[in-house]
């Protein structure tokens, strides 16, 4: 490893490993090491069930009932693919998706008045739905054709409305939109976690309604998909394609210093020995001093033996429960996936329950949501920091990733890809520079 | 004719010839310069087996196996390993072991195995005897067969031999457990004009 590298990554999570993809993809010369012996770090899915109870200090082993380990791979963030966003292009387009199959997710939910309501995926659900009345539905259809059919290049679209001025707040009432369909609309369509949105000018809301309907036109019930095996396939297949350009990968590695002179970054020791390096990736947890504390998130894996009640049985489902249901600042989310994902044993279901902390027991922030599970048969309770970077990397040429947020699809964490992209090589990131670089598909499917 | 796709992954240690085994099969070309480190992204053949086609959809290491960094990905759905050695070095021999290791621990259980001696073309600098290998090959119930993917020796043989041993249903694989492939089209196609 004593060599010279253009860039080197540190850390397996899904973020990094995107990003050596397209240092690889694009010539660069690229070391990436991990101090675990698994890929993903924190987006790793965690396999057999056993390691899971290790790392969360249950103890003994898991019983019987939980059938075989091995057939456990359990996320430790909970996260669904929008099926026409970014991470589904990034994988079209580098062609990792051959090395996946998916799944749609068969539900989305949302919580009004202590119940659990579908979010319409059909305009005949939409009719039928209990979320609104019949007069809120036809003022909630005209508005919602008036998104979908918004072209940004084309301001004549939006009725008159400029989306760069106009708040949300002010576009709600222009289509006379209640509360009921606002909080629906803002929290379960456009993924809001809290309402600072509604003072926002509209472009961005629209935007993110617009992706959710296409996402949703493209596999039927849902907008999200979930890779087979757990979401800890996404970074081994990143990974694999920055292998395939030249990448080179270590597991096990303890790294002991990051070599800095003149204030510029110049390599990295492991073992001793050093690497040379012109620019460096890697996550919090590799610079603990080069990054800030922006919040907590609490998170609570929950095995079940049941589905969710009142989601028609589903084996997948996402439930919202949007902040001022349950009088607080931001959304509660349980993303539920089931043995149907190869993520659990037969019959086994993973909800795993999601939200920003803002008080000192978070564990009693969530309850609204462990209501909706229960009997949950065993649970794994997580209260994670989250940190962003304070050094840009301009001038040491280290560049940090944030730590995974609440939101519960991977738009965020591709726009921090982007975001890193830009400051490492000056120039806005294209999709098209993912772009496999050769031919590297033989036999017949060429 | 029924297609049957068949995962095959390659093991063992960097320099073996695993990617010239792969050439060898599904373009019958030889490059003696191939390049250490970058391997393909996918490679696959289809031949015809009794009444059934078989897809080959061959994964390289693609150098990851260096540093003892395969990843589970690579061996799961496996229907297949092939596990190579270099008949003129003993200790690629020797690490085998570990291989057959490795893939007991994260491989699927009912995977066919296939030890495969290469190089054989270099008889006079050999340092493993064909029957040692043969004798561990039979210990663990795998294939074992040696072959130059430099001179085409028994290459289409190697990947015949793991077609007889799949099993010819296979129950665990039934599609209602699949997932699906993205693809670039939306499933949904707009109706467009030519």
């Known amino acids: 490893m004593n060599e010279e590298y253009d860039v080197i990554v540190l850390g397996t999570g899904l973020t990094e490993c995107i990003l050596s993809g397209i240092m690889s993809v694009n010539g660069k010369k690229v070391l990436h090491m991990d101090r675990n012996t698994y890929y993903g770090g924190e987006s790793a899915s965690i396999t057999p069930l056993e390691d899971l109870y290790k790392r969360f200090k249950i103890p003994g082993t898991p019983p019987e009932s939980m059938g075989r380990g091995r057939d456990w791979n359990v996320d430790l963030i909970p996260k669904f693919l929008m099926a026409n966003g970014q991470l589904v292009n990034m994988l079209q387009l580098t062609e990792v998706t051959r090395y996946m199959d998916f799944k749609m997710i068969e539900g989305s939910f949302v919580y009004k008045g202590g119940k659990i309501f579908k979010v319409p995926s059909t305009e005949a659900e939409a009719l039928a739905s209990g979320l609104m009345g019949l007069f809120e539905k036809r003022r909630f259809r005209k508005f919602l054709l008036s998104c979908t059919t918004f072209d940004e290049k084309d301001p004549k679209t939006l009725e008159g409305v400029d989306p760069k001025k106009t708040t949300m707040r002010d576009m709600y009432k222009k289509f006379d939109l209640g509360q009921d369909v606002i909080d629906f609309t803002g929290h379960a369509l456009a993924l809001y976690r809290t309402d600072d949105y509604l003072d926002q000018p509209c472009l961005e809301t629209i935007n993110r309604i617009k992706l959710y309907s296409e996402s949703l036109a493209r596999y039927g019930k849902s907008p999200y998909l979930y890779p087979l095996y757990g979401l800890g396939e996404l970074p081994q297949g990143f990974a694999r394609l920055s292998a395939i350009y030249g990448g080179t990968y270590m597991l096990n590695k303890p790294i002991e210093e990051i070599v800095f002179e003149n204030g510029r970054v110049i390599g990295v020791k492991s073992e001793g020995e050093v690497a040379r390096c012109k620019q460096l990736i890697c996550d919090p947890s590799y610079v603990p001093n080069q990054v800030t504390k922006v919040g907590q998130v609490i998170r609570v894996i929950c095995i079940l033996s049941h589905p969710i009640k009142n989601t028609n049985d589903v084996n997948s489902c996402q439930i919202i429960i949007p902040q001022n249901q349950v009088n607080r600042k931001s959304d509660i989310y349980v993303c539920m996936i089931s043995s149907a994902h190869n993520v659990a044993a037969q019959g086994k279901y993973i909800a795993i329950v999601s939200t920003t902390v803002e008080t000192s027991d978070p564990e009693r922030e969530i309850k609204p949501a462990l209501e909706l599970l229960e009997p949950v048969e065993q649970k794994f309770v997580s209260i994670s920091d989250m940190y962003a970077p304070t050094d840009l990397g301009t001038e040491s040429q280290v560049f940090i990733s944030r730590t995974y947020d609440a939101t519960t699809h991977f738009e965020t964490t591709c726009d921090d890809i982007k975001d890193i992209y830009k400051r490492m090589m000056g120039s806005e990131f294209d999709f098209e520079e993912m772009k496999r670089k050769k031919c590297d598909i033989f036999g017949e499917d060429q | ?194």
Not at chain 2, 14 to 26: A, D, L
Not at chain 2, 33 to 47: E, L
Not at chain 2, 127 to 145: G, Q, R
Not at chain 2, 160 to 181: C, M, V, Y
Request: proline fraction near 4%; hydrophobic fraction near 40%; charged fraction near 25%.
């Open chain 2, 1 to 194: 004719m029924a297609l049957r796709e068949l995962k095959v992954c390659l093991l063992g240690d960097t320099g073996v010839g695993k990617s010239s085994i792969v050439w060898r099969f599904v373009e019958d070309s030889f490059d003696p310069n191939i390049n250490p480190t970058i391997g393909a992204s996918f490679m696959t053949k289809t031949v015809q087996y009794q009444n059934e086609l078989h897809k080959f959809l061959i994964w390289d290491t693609a150098g990851q196996e260096r540093f003892r960094a395969l990843a589970p990905m690579y061996y799961r759905g496996s229907a297949a390993a092939i596990i190579v050695y270099d008949i003129t070095k003993e200790e690629t021999f020797s690490t085998l072991k570990n291989w057959v290791k490795e893939l007991r621990q994260h491989g699927p259980p009912n995977i066919v195995v296939a030890i495969t001696g290469n190089k054989c073309d270099l008889n006079d600098v050999r340092e493993v005897l064909e029957k040692d290998a043969k004798d561990y090959a039979d210990s663990i119930h795998a294939i074992f067969v040696e072959t130059s993917a430099k001179n085409a020796i028994n290459i289409n043989e190697l990947f015949i031999e793991i077609s007889r041993r799949i099993p010819s249903t296979d129950a665990s694989l039934t599609s209602a457990g699949k997932g699906f492939k993205l693809r670039r089209q939306p499933s949904v196609t707009k109706h467009s004009c030519c």
